[in-house]
Every structure is written in structure tokens, then in C-alpha cells.
């Protein structure tokens, strides 16, 4: 383990949230003993294609909790409704039990709850450390009415700016700050906009695609990142290909296809169910999951072959 991790994990564990699930019935939508986020009939439409058509959704207070499903599931959609940066046609959705229907996404970011992108929305033309800072925006010092109180906004930005410090140094990006964003590895920018995110402090961080354009070396890394997140007591929702990542680390995992949840439970669960892997081999165009079930799948081929052999046909 990356030993800043391991000490970032290690002090943080006394605040872990995380409950056992493993009581949670493993059916789509199944309710949660503490639920953070609680969402009904959630439906967006592109044209005549239904992306997102969620009956009932429950996250789970304080552990991580995998979003999975074959390209094209409405992960990503399903993600930018939650968080304000799109408008769903019909659905009601609550934070700790305020709604956040029509909430624009800087004020859900106020409420708690802080997403990342599966492009990062890092600005390479700005510093490290003033990516950080930006990530402060929508507190105190931006207000109009808060100019007028320089005082105020003098110590936010003294806050701030020992935060982005802090923040830094734990992501092993401190060596960084005054080094323009752009020049960063793949990985880099995940873990500078995991760090950004946490400026504000969120109870609740969304992450899209974390392992996506990182390279071998930084996965583990930010793994232990991630896991550094619900030690420390927060919740957090993560879309992910990378199934290895999702065995790791997960507590929970829902599963979307089509725009619905077809399944959930945990990892252990949910990679032996059979809607999910005809969910993603109905796509054909995931692999992560094929690999993931090898066993599966070689079982099916050898049936196959003795149906062959027996002369009978398969559908
Ligand atoms: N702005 C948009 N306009 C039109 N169609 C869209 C738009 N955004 C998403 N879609 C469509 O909605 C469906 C769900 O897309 P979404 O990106 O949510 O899937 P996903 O599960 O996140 O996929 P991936 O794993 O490939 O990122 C897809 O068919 C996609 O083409």
C-alpha cells in the first residue's frame, strides 16, 4: 500500500460511516438502513431514447457504492441529474431528505455533494494550486455582499489556500502547486480533481470513470484514495469499467442497463448474477465483465460444445 495512503486511511478510520450491507436484500432498488440520497421515478429522454428510467434508488450513508452497466446504461446522465447539470423530464430526488429537484449544480456542490468528470475538468492553463483554489469557489468570498466585507474574505481565502496546502501534500501533488495543470499525467489530473472536489468538504463525492487514463503505477495509489474517502466518513458513488477496481473497493454495487437498475448487491453478489452479466453481454462491447466471469463463460462454451456434440442445438 502507497504509505501516504495507508497514514491518510489509518487516521481517518475512528470516523468511517461504512455499515455492513450484506443484510440489504440484492434487488434493484433495495432500500438502505441509512439512506443519503433517495431518488423515484427518474426518467430523462434524448429524442425518442429513454437514457435514464430509474423507479427508486437508494445510496447508502458512508460506504462506497459502484454505479456499473454496459456502455451507454445512463451512468453518466443518471450522475449529471443527481447533480444539477441536467434537467430530468419527470423524477424526485433528496439529499439527507431535501429535495434537490431544480437545484442548480453549485448549490448541490453547497449542499454536500461534489462530482468529478470522466474527461477531467482540470484547467491546464491555470496552476495546480489555483486549480485547488478554484474548487473553493461558491463559499463566502464570491458573494457580491461579501466584498463589501474584505475582512471576511481575506480569512476564506487564508482558509483556503491552507486547505489546497494540505489537500495537496495528502494526493502527493504539493511537489506540483505551482506547476501549470495541463502538464500533468492522466492520473495526476484524477487525483488533482478528487483533491479540488474535496475543497469544499462534501459529505457525498461522485466520481466518473476515477480509473480511467491512469496508468498501472498510480491505480493503487488511488485506490487507497478512494478508500481514504469513506474512512473518513464520506459517501461515495463511483462509475467505473475497470472491474477490478469495482471488486476492490466496493461495498455495493448497482447495476444499470438500458436506462433502469436491473441489479445490486454487493460485489460478490452482483458479478455472479445473471442479469448482470446478460446485461453487459447483451452490449458486446464490454469486456471488463467478460474477463471478470471467465469462469462463467468458459462453463457456457464448454455446455455449448457438448450440446454440439450431443447434437443438439442451442438458441
Ligand atoms: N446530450 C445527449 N444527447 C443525446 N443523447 C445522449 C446525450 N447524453 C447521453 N445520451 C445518450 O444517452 C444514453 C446514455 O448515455 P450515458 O452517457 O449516460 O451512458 P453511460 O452508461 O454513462 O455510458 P458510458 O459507460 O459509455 O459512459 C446513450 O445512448 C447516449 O448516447
Do not use: C
Not at 501516504?4 to 481517518?12: E, G, I, K, N, Y
Not at 455492513?20 to 426518467?43: E, F, R, Y
Not at 468528470?117 to 468570498?141: E, I, P, Y
Amino acid at each position: 500500500m502507497d504509505a501516504d495512503a495507508q497514514s491518510t486511511s489509518t487516521s481517518t478510520t475512528a470516523t468511517s460511516r461504512a455499515v455492513d450491507l450484506t443484510a440489504v436484500p440484492a434487488i434493484p432498488g433495495a432500500p438502505k438502513p441509512d439512506a443519503v440520497i433517495v431518488g423515484d421515478k427518474i426518467t430523462r429522454k434524448f429524442g425518442g431514447l429513454t437514457a435514464v428510467d430509474v423507479d427508486h434508488i437508494e445510496i447508502q450513508r458512508g460506504v462506497i457504492t459502484a454505479l456499473i452497466g454496459p456502455n451507454g446504461a445512463g451512468k453518466t446522465t443518471l450522475f449529471n441529474l443527481l447533480t444539477g447539470f441536467d434537467v430530468p423530464d419527470s423524477g424526485t430526488w433528496s439529499l439527507n431528505g431535501g429535495s434537490l429537484q431544480g437545484v442548480a449544480s453549485y448549490k448541490v456542490a453547497r449542499r454536500g455533494m461534489v462530482r468529478t468528470f470522466q474527461l477531467t475538468k482540470v484547467l491546464a492553463k491555470l496552476t495546480v494550486l489555483d486549480n485547488m483554489l478554484l474548487g473553493a469557489t461558491g463559499q463566502r468570498g464570491e458573494k457580491l455582499l461579501s466584498a463589501l466585507f474584505a475582512f471576511r474574505w481575506r480569512g476564506q481565502e487564508e482558509e483556503n489556500a491552507a486547505r489546497a496546502h494540505e489537500l495537496l501534500t495528502r494526493f502527493k501533488l504539493d511537489a506540483k502547486r505551482d506547476d501549470f495543470a495541463g502538464s500533468l499525467s492522466g492520473g495526476q489530473r484524477k487525483l488533482l480533481e478528487m483533491a479540488r472536489a474535496l475543497m469544499v468538504d462534501p459529505e457525498l463525492i461522485m466520481l466518473d470513470e476515477p480509473m480511467a487514463g491512469v496508468n498501472p503505477a498510480l491505480k493503487q495509489s488511488l485506490l487507497e484514495h478512494v478508500k481514504s474517502l469513506r474512512d473518513e466518513g464520506r459517501t461515495v458513488l463511483f462509475v467505473e469499467h475497470d472491474m477490478d477496481m469495482v471488486r476492490d473497493i466496493s461495498d455495493w454495487v448497482i447495476v444499470m442497463a438500458q436506462g433502469k437498475i436491473v441489479a445490486e448487491g454487493t460485489p460478490q453478489a452482483v458479478m455472479q448474477d445473471p442479469a448482470v452479466i446478460d446485461a453487459y453481454l447483451g452490449a458486446h462491447h464490454d469486456t471488463d465483465l467478460r474477463e471478470m466471469d471467465e469462469a462463467a463463460l468458459e462453463a457456457e462454451a464448454q455446455a455449448e460444445l457438448e450440446a454440439q456434440a450431443d447434437g443438439k442445438a442451442t438458441p
